[in-house]
C-alpha cells in the first residue's frame, strides 16, 4: 500500500511509529515528505491533505477525542452538531474552542488519538444534557460495544445518581435514536408503553401505546414510494384489528416532542370517549 493511501486508512495522520510499524522505511518517508504528499505535523507526527480537522488538532494538543467530538469514531448517535472540540488532554491546560474532559481511564482506540469508547461515554454523560447522552449510551448498547451495568458500575455513590437514572432510560433494543427518545418521552408522560411488539396481521411496530395505540417512527426510508404504500396498508390491517396508528418523524420527536405527546394523548382521550365516529357501522346488507 502507498503511504499516501495507508495516511487516508487511518484519516490521514500517523505517528512515526505507526508509519515503522506498516513496514513503510524511513527512507520512503522522507521521500514522501520531500516530494509534497505527506507533511510534518510536528515531530513524530506526519499528515496527508484532506486529513481530518478534528484528528488533527487532537495530535496538535496531544489530546484524545472524546465525548461527542469522538463519537462518529464509534458509530454512536448524536442530535446536534458541536462546534467545540471535545478532548482529554494531557496538559488539562484550557484552549480556545477545546471543551476539556478529564482523565481516559480505560483502553483508547487502537491507532486514532480517540478515547476508547467506555471514556467516551462517561465524558458525555457528565458533560452532554440529559437528551444527548443517552443516545449515544444507547447506540453503544445497541451494537454490543459494552452494556448498561458496567457503565453503571463505573458510577458509583450518591453524586452520580443522576447519571445512573440516564442509563436506567437504556432499551434492550433500539433500531434508531427516535425509538429511545420516544419511548422515554411517552414513559414520562405516564403511558404505557410497549416497544418492537408483534401486533397480529400488521407485523412488528414501534410502539404500543397502552395497547390500543401503535406508534410508528419513520426515517428517511419510509419516504420512498413502495414504504409509503407498505404503511399504508398496515394502518389499514391496525384499524381492522381495532388499534389506531400514528405516524411521527424525526423533527417530530427531536424537536417537538411535548407536541407529539399531547397529540398522542388527545388521541387516547378521544378514544376513551367513543369520539371515533357517531354511528356503529353493522356488516349485513342494506336496508329495504
Known amino acids: 500500500m502507498d503511504i499516501v493511501d495507508f495516511l487516508r486508512s487511518r484519516h490521514g495522520v500517523a505517528t512515526t511509529k505507526t508509519l515503522y510499524t506498516a513496514g513503510f522505511s524511513r527512507r520512503a518517508l522522507a521521500k514522501a515528505v520531500g516530494s509534497?504528499?505527506?507533511?510534518?505535523?510536528?515531530?513524530?507526527?506526519?499528515?496527508?491533505?484532506?486529513?481530518?480537522?478534528?484528528?488533527?488538532?487532537?495530535?496538535?494538543?496531544?489530546?484524545?477525542?472524546?465525548?461527542?467530538?469522538?463519537a462518529r469514531f464509534y458509530g454512536l448517535w448524536t442530535l446536534h452538531d458541536v462546534a467545540d472540540l471535545h478532548l482529554s488532554c494531557g496538559?488539562?491546560?484550557a484552549r480556545r474552542r477545546i471543551v476539556h474532559h478529564g482523565q481516559c481511564i480505560h483502553p483508547d482506540h487502537p491507532y486514532l488519538p480517540v478515547a476508547g469508547?467506555?471514556?467516551?461515554?462517561?465524558?458525555?454523560?457528565?458533560?452532554?444534557p440529559e437528551l444527548e447522552a443517552l443516545v449515544m449510551v444507547q447506540a453503544a448498547v445497541s451494537q454490543a460495544l459494552l452494556g448498561p451495568d458496567?457503565?453503571?458500575?463505573?458510577?458509583?455513590?450518591?453524586?452520580?445518581?443522576?447519571?445512573?437514572?440516564?442509563v436506567d432510560l437504556v432499551l434492550p433494543r433500539a433500531d434508531s435514536l427516535l425509538e429511545v427518545l420516544a419511548h422515554t418521552h411517552f414513559t414520562r408522560a405516564g403511558l404505557e408503553v410497549q416497544m418492537h411488539v408483534d401486533v397480529p396481521g400488521v407485523g412488528e411496530v414501534d410502539c404500543l401505546i397502552e395497547d390500543c395505540l401503535i406508534v410508528e417512527l419513520d426515517g428517511e426510508t419510509h419516504f420512498e414510494a413502495k414504504q409509503v404504500k407498505k404503511d399504508h396498508y398496515r394502518d389499514n390491517a391496525s384499524i381492522r384489528g381495532g388499534r389506531l396508528s400514528l405516524?411521527?418523524?424525526?423533527?417530530?420527536?427531536?424537536?417537538?416532542?411535548?407536541?407529539?405527546?399531547?397529540?398522542?394523548?388527545?388521541?387516547?382521550?378521544?378514544?376513551?370517549?367513543?369520539?371515533?365516529?357517531?354511528?356503529?357501522?353493522?356488516?349485513?346488507?342494506?336496508?329495504?
Open 247 to 288: 405516524h411521527y418523524y424525526y423533527a417530530d420527536v427531536v424537536y417537538h416532542p411535548q407536541r407529539m405527546v399531547d397529540e398522542v394523548l388527545e388521541v387516547l382521550a378521544n378514544r376513551e370517549a367513543g369520539r371515533f365516529g357517531p354511528f356503529r357501522y353493522i356488516a349485513g346488507p342494506p336496508p329495504s
Open 117 to 128: 469508547v467506555a471514556d467516551v461515554l462517561l465524558h458525555a454523560l457528565r458533560c452532554r
Open 150 to 166: 458496567f457503565l453503571r458500575s463505573k458510577l458509583p455513590g450518591n453524586r452520580n445518581g443522576r447519571l445512573r437514572a440516564i
Open 36 to 70: 509534497g504528499r505527506v507533511a510534518r505535523l510536528h515531530r513524530g507526527v506526519y499528515v496527508s491533505k484532506g486529513a481530518d480537522p478534528d484528528v488533527v488538532a487532537a495530535f496538535r494538543a496531544n489530546g484524545k477525542l472524546t465525548c461527542v467530538s469522538a
Open 91 to 93: 496538559t488539562g491546560l
